[in-house]
């Protein structure tokens, strides 16, 4: 079992930043490929980052504006967000893979922080 709690998730003009945080705990954190997804009111959930050992992903809509990173060391995944945008606006979640080559298998989840991007 790995539990994920994250952190940093407000409210944040656009053009502002944000650090989002994902704490694991559980079993051996550098054995999972880390993911962060979002879900805005009345959509579906989607894939923002995600992250292995060597390799990081990105959605078309936030390339050259997020990046993700992991500290194995304490255990924590992190997605620095820059020049954010109003539709960028979501709850944000972490998830962990068991698997560590795409495709990626999320087998587990944060409860979520709130981003909310005003104009």
């Known amino acids: 079992q790995v539990q994920l709690v994250e952190s940093g998730g407000g409210l944040v003009q656009a053009g502002g930043s944000l650090r989002l945080s994902c704490a694991a705990s559980?079993?051996?954190?550098?054995?999972?490929?880390m993911g962060w997804f979002r879900q805005a009111p009345g959509k579906e959930r989607k894939l923002v980052a995600a992250?292995?050992?060597?390799?990081?992903y990105y959605a078309d809509s936030v390339k050259g504006r997020f990046t993700i990173s992991r500290d194995n060391a304490k255990n924590t995944v992190y997605l620095q967000m820059m020049n954010l945008k109003p539709e960028d606006t979501a709850v944000y979640y972490c998830?962990?893979?068991?698997?560590?080559?795409?495709?990626?298998?999320?087998?587990?989840w944060g409860q979520g922080t709130q981003v909310t991007v005003s104009s």
């Open positions: 998830a962990a893979s068991s698997r560590l080559v795409i495709p990626f298998e999320y087998n587990y």
């Open positions: 992250i292995n050992w060597s390799d990081s």
């Open positions: 559980g079993r051996t954190f550098s054995s999972y490929a």
